[in-house]
Nanobody, 123 residues
Framework: QLQLVESGGGLVQPGGSLRLSCAAS?????IGWFRQAPGKEREGVSC????????NYVDSVKGRFTIARDNAKNTVYLQMNSLKPEDTAVYYC???????????????????WGQGTQVTVAS
């Protein structure tokens, strides 16, 4: 079993920044960040492989969000800058265990999920 714990969510004004953290209880191959806004389907946001040399972003966050990992801490970070009201959602991290050469942001590629952290962007 692998446990994931997200943190770092909160209330921020438009244009502000937040950094989300995803701490894993053990080794994983890749981590993905997803989000779900009220009344909407879950959306893949970003992902990163073990080595950190492969990343992926949904178009709506490119240039604003950056994913990074600290393997010594089994932690992945999602730095979110220039936040917009439409970024408001519950953000989840998920871990995939099967080795793959790159990562995708489709839900079915991931095996374990965290409980989520709320991000609210409002003035």
């Amino acid at each position: 079993q692998l446990q994931l714990v997200e943190s770092g969510g909160g209330l921020v004004q438009p244009g502000g920044s937040l950094r989300l953290s995803c701490a894993a209880s053990r080794y994983y191959n890749r981590i993905g960040w997803f989000r779900q806004a009220p009344g909407k389907e879950r959306e893949g946001v970003s992902c990163i492989t073990t080595s950190g040399d492969k990343t992926n972003y949904v178009d709506s966050v490119k240039g604003r969000f950056t994913i990074a990992r600290d393997n010594a801490k089994n932690t992945v970070y999602l730095q979110m800058n220039s936040l917009k009201p439409e970024d408001t959602a519950v953000y989840y991290c998920a871990a995939g265990l099967v080795p793959v050469p790159a990562c995708g942001i489709a839900s079915d590629e991931y095996d374990f999920w965290g409980q989520g952290t709320q991000v609210t962007v409002a003035s």
